[in-house]
Every structure is written in C-alpha cells, then in structure tokens.
C-alpha cells in the first residue's frame, strides 16, 4: 500500500530521466459520498516491479487546488487510496463534483506507462458505482522513432446520450489545465450533425452539462421493450489531442438524480 510522502514531482523529474502519464477524472465528494481511488501502473507484457509514483491533484468549484504524491507503488501492482484521507479538507469543502488529476511516474526510461488503469469508486448509503477512468496519456511525448512511441489517437472522442423512464445523461468535462477549454461537441439529429453549445470549462474545473433538453428536442424517439427512449451519438474531434482534459457521460436516475453510471468518451 502506498504511503503519503512530500516528495514534489519537479524533484523526481530533476533526479532521473522519468516516463509519466496522466488522467483527468471526476468523483463526488459530499458528507455522504465517499470516493476512492484504485490504480494499476501496468507496463503491458513488461515484467517487474520498478518503483512507481504517484501524484494525485484535486480542483474544482470551492475546492483549494492541491496535490500529495504517494510512494511505495510499484509496476504490476495495484494500488489505491480513499480520496478523503489523503485530502481531509474534502469534508468541508466538497458540495458535489470534484475534479482529480492522476499522475504515475516510473524511473526506467525504458518503460511504458500507457497501458496503466485508473478506476473510481464512489459509496454512499444510497448506492455504490465504479467507472474506469479515460485512457492514460504521455506526459512527455517520446520521439517519433523511440519504442515508446505507442500512444495512437483513435479519432473522436465518442459517447452515448440515453434519456427515457429510467436513465438521463449529462456530459461531465473535467478540465485540469491551466487554461480554458471550448468544447467543441457535436451531436447526431434527424436531420444530420449538430454542434450545440456548451459554453466554456475553466481552468482545474469539472462541469456537468446534462444533455435532457439536448435529446428531448432533436433525438430521434425509438420504441423499445421498457418503453419510449432517445438515444444520441456525442463527439468531439478536439478531445483526443488533449492530455489535460477528459470527457465523461453520466448517467443518473431521472427522478433521485443519482449515478447510476459513468463511461468515458
């Protein structure tokens, strides 16, 4: 089990030459809901346990962005944290959605980090829901030629909008840059695509846009064995590129409002 060290990621970069990648995630952090965090470094077929660490950020509405790096992890070995013990300021700041950036770092530079997973467990008296993160990506990217040079960018960002008797959908952008971000989503109608607008997301922030009106007023209405349901396609070309802001259907119960469950575009 990981530790909570003060070791800051600028002198663990300064000290090797070091492969990292990060993730950009959601959970929900109110007196109720508690989070936790389950991580797996995972250099694919590569064997051993090389020392891995972790660097865990969080930012949001009313949250003081801050970071703790947790030592003792290490390569093919699953790990994780409860995100209120490591950040007990959580219980009196967090009012709802609370943005995490994860960062795993491995000093063989020989190794590969884009095969690590990150999932999120959320438990509360009322229900419990785990989702995995959005795929990893590169920190630095390696050059063209380096063996490393893996990741591929599969086109656009897709996810699926479902309203009916027992589901609505929202769009979660978490953004945990530094700077603005303007989606630039689109989705498909009747008629043929459609952007529609969204406004902007701040920096280090996680916005949820629910997409109801979206599919109530251009979805296509389709018959089904629990009864009338609208689904939708939802895109964005942009979001692939980026390696600082990650998109997020959520799916909750139309009339509670709770999660029922999350999938990354």
């Not at 051993?48 to 962005?65: A, M, N, S």
């Not at 209120?84 to 967090?94: H, K, R, T």
């Not at 689904?231 to 979001?239: I, M, N, T, Y």
Request: glycine share 10%.
């Amino acid at each position: 089990m990981s530790s909570i060290g003060v070791c800051s990621l600028g002198e663990v970069m300064e000290r090797a030459q070091v492969n990292g990648v990060k993730v950009s995630l959601f959970c929900l952090s109110t007196p109720t809901v508690k989070s936790r965090i389950h991580f797996f470094p995972s250099a694919g077929n590569t064997g051993g346990h090389h020392p891995v660490l972790c660097q865990v950020t969080v930012f949001g509405k009313g949250i003081e962005r801050r970071s703790v790096q947790l030592d003792g992890g290490r390569l093919n070995q699953p790990d994780g944290i409860r995100l209120e013990d490591a950040f007990p300021a959580l219980n009196l700041e967090a009012t709802g959605m609370c943005g995490v950036e994860m960062t795993l770092m491995c000093p063989q530079s020989r190794v590969s980090l884009l095969n690590s997973r990150i999932v999120i467990e959320m438990v509360s008296p009322q229900f419990a829901l785990a989702y995995s993160a959005a795929r990893c990506r590169a920190i630095d990217k390696p050059d063209e030629n380096s063996p490393l040079n893996v990741e591929r960018n599969d086109g656009s960002a897709i996810g699926i909008g479902i309203n009916d008797s027992s589901m609505s959908s929202s769009l979660v952008v978490v953004n945990a840059g530094e700077e603005i971000f303007r989606p630039d989503f689109s989705h498909a109608t009747s008629s043929g695509d459609a952007s529609f607008p969204i406004g902007t997301v701040g920096a280090g922030s996680v916005v949820e846009f629910p997409l109801d009106d979206t599919l109530c007023k251009t979805g296509s209405l389709r018959q089904s064995l629990w009864g009338d349901t609208r689904v939708e396609k939802v895109w964005s070309e942009a979001l692939p590129e980026l390696d600082s802001v990650a998109g997020y259907i959520l799916y909750r119960d139309p009339v509670t409002r709770r999660p029922l469950s999350v999938c990354a575009l």
